[in-house]
């Protein structure tokens, strides 16, 4: 069975500033790893997604994420955030030929102070 | 293009009421469709998936059903209404070809039940 932890349930920051958000997941097998955000009343939408390859993703909005094997983790960072990242960020994981279904981190809110 | 749009966007209903809440996707063929329950302040709650149509697998037991009459189209629905389905419920798809790809979300409706 696969688990996600985020471990910041509010993540506080001021405009400019850098920030990074954590993700930690459980897994016995090989993953795909996923970053989402949501706007207030919105749905949700993909920032990056690590398949293979590189560790080091980048995503949209200036997002990167970096997968760390060993540490079993996916942190989300960007160097400079804006007012305009205030959302909730969630992490998702789904292992690799099991189940399609992706397993979703109870999310961690981005509130980006001027 | 893929489009998802769901309706109503928000909806006011008294406790034991019926409910219908629809979403059809756009631009794609034979997705695997998906209800999500965000509750206030927690995270994604998966209700049902479906690979088909006819095709439905539930999550959680409770009060709600869902059903997929055409492969573009995904219902939930209830014959009566608790508080505790107050929620933001969200429909998603993902590419049903593929072990690891993405989902996609709707815009989401708000349901509020008095």
């Known amino acids: 069975a696969q688990s996600v932890t985020q471990l910041d349930s509010q993540v506080p920051v001021f405009e400019e500033a850098p920030v990074e958000l954590r993700c930690n997941y459980s897994?016995?097998?090989?993953?795909?790893l996923f970053w989402y955000v949501q706007y207030p009343n919105q749905g949700l939408q993909l920032l990056l997604k690590y398949l293979s390859g590189s560790t080091l993703v980048k995503g949209i909005n200036g997002f990167e994420a970096e997968f760390n094997k060993s540490q079993t983790s996916f942190h989300l960072r960007k160097p400079s955030v804006h007012i305009s990242d205030t959302a909730e960020y969630f992490c998702a994981v789904i292992n690799s030929g099991g189940s399609y279904i992706p397993t979703f981190g109870r999310g961690t809110s981005l509130i980006v102070h001027p | 293009s893929q489009t998802i749009h769901q309706w109503p966007a928000t909806l006011v209903q008294p406790v034991g009421s019926p409910l219908s809440l629809e979403c059809t996707v756009e631009?794609?063929?034979?997705?695997?469709l998906y209800w999500y329950r965000q509750a206030a302040g927690r995270g994604l709650q998966l209700l049902f998936y479906s690979v088909g149509i006819g095709q439905i697998s539930s999550e959680v037991p409770q009060n709600l059903s869902a059903s997929r009459p055409q492969d573009r189209q995904f219902i939930l629905s209830s014959k009566k209404l608790l508080l505790s389905d107050s929620g933001f419920y969200l429909c998603?798809?993902?590419?049903?070809?593929?072990?690891?790809?993405?989902?996609?979300f709707g815009p989401g409706t708000r349901l509020t039940v008095l």
């Open positions: 897994s016995s097998v090989s993953v795909y």
């Open positions: 631009g794609t063929s034979n997705p695997n």
């Open positions: 998603a798809w993902s590419d049903g070809t593929g072990t690891y790809n993405e989902q996609f």
